[in-house]
């Protein structure tokens, strides 16, 4: 390979909740590392999905959804946003061809404005308009500011992700392969599996328990049988939620687990025997060393 030529660089993915910055990243990556979920707030954490060829390596980072805080683990899913912005080559501002410009996207534009980077104005879901919807939306966004690409896009579809990723690269300077090849998140094993967990909680159950659970892998190990032992923690915020994940006779418990499983078994190419707790951690959002225990630092590339 000529090192010379080859490019490398870091695109942030910003946008509000729902729009579909995970389904891409995992587009991307041909593998699930971002969980998704049709309720807002569902990433808590920046995520990078690494993108490699024999020409370019493009490190992309899944941000929260931008959204008014009402809580400590708001406000640092928040700042996780905002500061993958400061150090990207290329910003995605990701907008959903499904609804019209609101308030939201008009918060994110005023933040992006001021940036020096290159803005794409990414605009997705474009397998559920008719074509001719597309110039009014591009019309609309090119009068709050001036984007250096505009790229109508499907995640879920796969329609004009290769494009995306040429634009992109096209960006890029000459620079070092950062990760191996073959490594597709920077994240540990250990924090995908318990992301996988949580999104079949925020899956099968409603109201205010899905922003209410954390998750923690306590353990993983292999036994004689090449069959992974993972053992997990369910925390929640009240007994009454307690009561919801564990359900009837367990269970809601059990179908969370065996939903899980099956996911996990593909993350890691094993069959895996998966054991899950449930505990109650009262107002555990609102606590730093709760926040810290769960995994919610704050970090820097």
Known sequence: MDTQAFKSGFAAIIGRPNVGKSTLLNRIVAQKIAIMSDKAQTTRNKIQGVYTTEE????FIDTPGIHKPKTKLGDFMVEAAYSALREVDVILFMVSADQPR???DDFIIEKIRQQQTPVFLVINKIDQRHPDDLLAIIDDYRTQMSFAEIIPISATEGNNVAHLLSVISSYLPEGPQYYPKDQITDHPEYF??????REKILELTEQEVPHSVAVITENMEKDAYDKIHVQATIVVERDSQKGIIIGKGGKMLKNIGTKARRDIEHLLGNKVYLELWVKVQKNW???QS???NFGYRKTDY
Not at 56 to 59: A, D, G, P, S, T
Not at 192 to 197: R, T
Request: proline content about 0%.
């Open 56 to 59: 370019e390596q493009i490190v």
């Open 192 to 197: 995908i599996v318990a992301e996988l967990i």
């Open 290 to 292: 709760n926040l810290q």
């Open 285 to 287: 959002r609102d606590k």
């Open 102 to 104: 609101g308030a939201g």
